[in-house]
C-alpha cells in the first residue's frame, strides 16, 4: 500500500478538482436554459439522465473498481468530464427544445458516470488509506465529504459568475482545459497501489449482502431525495422570479445572487460535514441511535417552510428571508444526517468488498437524486413552491422511518 497520507491528499485533490467543475457545469445549465425561457418540468428532465447515469454506475462501479484497480475509475471519472464539457459546447442555440432537451440530458448523463466514478474511487479509497484507530475513520471520511462539498459549492457560484461575465461556451471551454491540467497533475503525484487490481473480482449482484448497508442505503435515498427536491429547481426557480426583472443586467444579477446562496450553502454544509465526529461525539455503540435522532430533527423544517409558502401565498420578502434562514438550518441537520451516513457505510462495509458495498450506497443515493429531480419540477409545476417543500418533508419522513429500520439490523 502508498504512504497513507500521500494517497489520500492525491484522491482528495483529484475529488475536490472534479466536484468543482460539477458544480459549475450544474449552475451553468440550470441558469442558462431557464434564461432561455425553459419551465420547471424542462428543466427537471435536464437533470434525469444525469441522475440515472449514476444509478447505473454505482451498481457496476465497485466491481469495476475491484477489477482495475481504483485508481482507473478515478482517471476515467475525470476523462469522461472533460469529455462531457467538450461536447456540451457543441450545443447550437438554433436547435428546438426537444432536440436541446435531449442532447444536454446525453450528455448530462456521461456526466453523471463521471461523477459517480470518481465518488466511488474516492471514498473507498478512505476505507483501505485509514489508520486503524477509534474514530479515525470517520473524521477522514467527514474530511473528504465536507471539504468535496466546500468546493461543489464554489462551484456553484464559480458557475453563475462565468456565465454572467464570459457566457455559455466560453465557460464550458475554460471548465475543460483546466480540468485536463488537474487530470494531467493528479496522474503524476498519485502514488501506485490504491489498490491493486483483482482479475477475479465478480459482479455480485444489485444489492449487499449485509442487510445493514441495504437499510441504510434505503434511509439515503430519501434522504438525497429530500434536499434535491427543493434544490435542483423550486428554490432557484423562485429566487430568479424574485430577483429578475427580465432585462439582461436583471437576469445576470439573479444569476450572481442564486448561485451564490446555492454555493453558501453547499459550503456551509461542507463545513457541518467535515465537524460532524465534533457535534455528534465519538462514534460508538449508540452511533445508530444518533442517527436515527439526527433523520427525526430534519423532517419538521420542510413542512414548516411549505406552511410558510402557503400562508404567503406569493413571493414576498418576508418569506424570502423565511426561506434563506430555514433552508440554512436545514442545511446544518441535513449535512449531520449525511456525515453519519458516510461513516456508517464505510464501517459496516468489509474491506474484502468495499468497493460494492460503496458503490450500492451510492446507488441508492443516485435513485434518491433522481427520485427527488423529477419531484422537483413536477411537485413545482403542480403546486408551486408549497408543495415542493411538502414533498420535501414527505421524503424526509420517509428516511427517518428507514432509519429506525436500523436497529434491527
Known amino acids: 500500500m502508498p504512504n497513507p ?3 489520500y491528499a492525491a484522491v482528495t485533490a483529484a475529488y475536490w478538482a472534479f466536484m468543482l467543475s ?3 457545469l450544474r449552475m451553468l445549465v440550470l441558469l442558462h436554459f431557464n434564461a432561455l425561457g425553459f419551465g420547471p418540468v424542462q428543466l427537471a428532465w435536464l437533470f434525469l439522465l444525469y441522475e440515472l447515469a449514476g444509478i447505473v454506475t454505482n451498481l457496476y462501479a465497485g466491481w469495476l473498481a475491484a477489477r482495475f484497480g481504483l485508481a482507473a475509475t478515478l482517471y476515467a471519472g475525470l476523462v469522461l468530464q472533460i469529455g462531457a464539457l467538450v461536447a456540451l459546447a457543441q450545443l447550437d442555440p438554433n436547435w428546438g427544445v426537444v432536440a436541446s432537451v435531449a442532447f444536454v440530458m446525453a450528455v448530462q448523463g456521461v456526466s453523471g458516470v463521471a461523477k459517480d466514478l470518481a465518488k466511488m474511487s474516492s471514498k473507498s479509497a478512505v476505507k483501505l488509506l485509514a489508520p486503524e484507530g477509534d474514530g479515525t475513520l470517520f473524521r477522514w471520511v467527514a474530511r473528504l465529504t465536507g471539504s468535496k462539498n466546500a468546493v461543489k459549492g464554489l462551484g456553484f457560484f464559480l458557475g453563475a459568475v462565468l456565465l454572467g461575465l464570459w ?3 466560453a465557460a464550458i471551454w475554460g471548465m475543460a482545459v483546466v480540468l485536463s491540467v488537474i487530470l494531467f497533475a493528479v496522474a503524476l503525484f498519485l502514488p501506485a497501489g490504491l489498490p491493486a487490481k483483482d482479475k477475479d473480482a465478480k459482479f455480485a449482484g444489485w444489492k449487499s449482502h449485509d442487510p445493514r448497508v441495504n437499510r441504510l442505503s434505503l434511509a439515503r435515498l430519501f434522504l438525497f431525495g429530500a434536499r434535491d427536491v427543493w434544490f435542483v429547481v ?3 426557480v ?3 422570479m424574485v430577483l429578475s426583472d427580465g432585462t439582461p443586467e436583471g437576469r445576470r444579477w439573479a444569476f450572481f445572487v442564486i448561485g451564490g446562496f446555492l454555493a453558501l450553502w453547499i459550503i456551509l454544509y461542507g463545513a457541518v460535514q467535515a465537524a460532524a465526529p465534533r457535534i455528534i461525539g465519538t462514534t460508538g455503540p449508540d452511533v445508530l441511535a444518533k442517527a436515527i435522532r ?3 430533527y430534519l423532517v419538521p423544517i420542510p413542512f414548516a417552510l411549505a406552511a410558510a409558502a402557503a400562508l404567503a401565498g406569493a413571493p414576498a420578502d418576508w418569506l424570502t428571508v423565511t426561506l434563506i434562514a430555514g433552508l440554512m438550518l436545514f442545511g446544518f441537520v441535513f449535512a449531520v444526517n449525511s456525515s453519519i451516513h458516510s461513516y456508517l457505510i464505510l464501517a459496516f462495509g468489509d474491506a474484502g468488498r468495499i468497493t460494492r458495498d460503496v458503490g ?3 446507488m441508492s443515493n443516485a435513485a434518491g437524486r433522481l427520485l427527488g ?4 419540477g413536477v411537485s413545482y409545476q403542480m403546486g408551486g413552491l408549497p408543495l415542493c417543500l411538502a414533498t420535501a418533508g414527505t421524503l424526509a419522513a420517509a428516511s427517518w422511518i428507514a432509519a429506525q429500520r436500523l436497529r434491527g439490523a
Open 360 to 362: 450500492f450506497y451510492y
Open 22 to 24: 460539477d458544480g459549475a
Open 373 to 376: 429531480t423529477l419531484l422537483s
Open 234 to 236: 423550486g428554490v432557484p
Open 5 to 7: 497520507l500521500r494517497a
Open 238 to 240: 423562485y429566487f430568479q
Open 294 to 296: 439526527w433523520a427525526g
Open 167 to 169: 457566457g455559455f461556451d
